[in-house]
């Protein structure tokens, strides 16, 4: 009986230095960068939810989904967003009517190294980056290949002669997420 009470008073423990955080969508920020041969555009991609797991202060795991039908573009104004934007979610980049989120799963992270599921239009491709904590914030960049979602258009993995008008495969994602307390 002894060894019981033992055994569960342990599982107790471990249960409250292991839960799971919200993420504070309204503090938080991900954003975007693709390039070309002739400059690069850049925006934001708003979270429709963010939870991460934590054990003794440190995030273990975690889920972030991304809401692709409201992402922008912050270097263009007017017709020319319009247009950009419009393409960017045809079927030629990230076909939102189809696939309206993208999700990030956290696998694990060792010090500073995040190791995560990336899945973007029904693909899922693992993805590594640096992750850095101070407080409750946390802060890093995320770059991706778009070639392995799909996303071929402009490539000159794919396409020849595009001259300028190739587009880089890399997408950036530079990212401030906030646990809430």
């Known amino acids: 009986m002894k060894k019981a009470v033992l055994n569960l008073l342990a599982l107790a423990l471990v249960s409250f230095s292991a839960f799971g955080a919200d993420v504070d969508l ?42 692709l039908t409201a992402f922008t573009v912050t270097d263009l104004e007017g017709e020319w967003a ?22 990030l799963v956290i696998k694990s992270v060792k010090g500073k190294k995040v190791t ?10 693992q993805v590594t980056f640096d992750m850095t904590q101070k407080g409750n914030e946390y802060t890093g960049q995320l770059i991706f290949d778009r070639t392995k979602f799909g996303m071929i258009y402009g490539s000159g993995d794919f396409f020849k002669n595009l001259g300028d008008k190739m587009i880089n495969n890399e997408v950036k994602v530079d990212f401030k997420f906030v646990v809430k307390k």
């Not at 920020?29 to 934590?54: A, D, I, Y």
């Open 82 to 103: 319009d247009k950009f934007l419009g393409h960017m979610k045809s079927g030629d980049f990230f076909e939102v009517e189809k696939y309206p989120t993208s999700k």
């Open 116 to 125: 995560a599921d990336l899945t973007v239009k029904d693909k899922t491709n």
């Open 26 to 67: 309204k503090k938080s920020e991900f954003k975007w960068e693709g390039s070309k041969v002739t400059g690069k555009h850049h925006g934001k991609v708003p979270l429709k939810s963010g939870v991460v797991q934590m054990k003794d202060g440190k995030i273990t795991g975690g889920e972030f989904v991304a809401d």
